[in-house]
Nanobody, 125 residues
């Protein structure tokens, strides 16, 4: 079981990036897939999640309207399109596969059992 992220890099504020999360050893469609990020000195936070059951999506308030999560089952890949990036989006971005919260304060967020190695996103001002 392996998840590999790609697509990170350096971009100016206002720019866009598309991150990819490709699975090997299992079918992504069998799991909820989430994107998380961790900035220096901060805890890891959930950014977005796509449900395995109905494809419904969750977005953190800080990225809603700017980021879009999608999946390509044929490619066994989940994408995170990030637009209107700001320096506050600078972080290591991780994808994770596993379950999803259906109640409580984390409702809609992913609860991964498997993690990728992360990809760095740096947004310059």
């Amino acid at each position: 079981v392996q998840l590999v992220e790609s697509g990170g890099g350096l971009v100016q504020a206002g720019g866009s990036l598309r991150l990819s999360c490709t699975a090997s050893g299992f079918t992504l469609n069998d799991y909820a897939i989430g994107w998380f990020r961790q900035a220096p000195g901060k805890e890891r936070e959930g950014v977005s999640c796509i449900s395995s059951s109905d494809g419904s999506t969750y977005y953190a308030g800080s990225v809603k309207g700017r980021f879009t999560i999608s999946s390509d089952n044929a490619e066994n890949t989940v994408y995170l399109q990030m637009n209107s990036l700001t320096p506050e989006d600078t972080a290591v971005y991780y994808c994770g596969a596993g379950g999803q919260y259906y109640s409580g304060p984390y409702y809609g967020q992913c609860s991964p059992d498997y993690w990728g190695q992360g990809t760095q996103v740096t947004v310059s001002s």
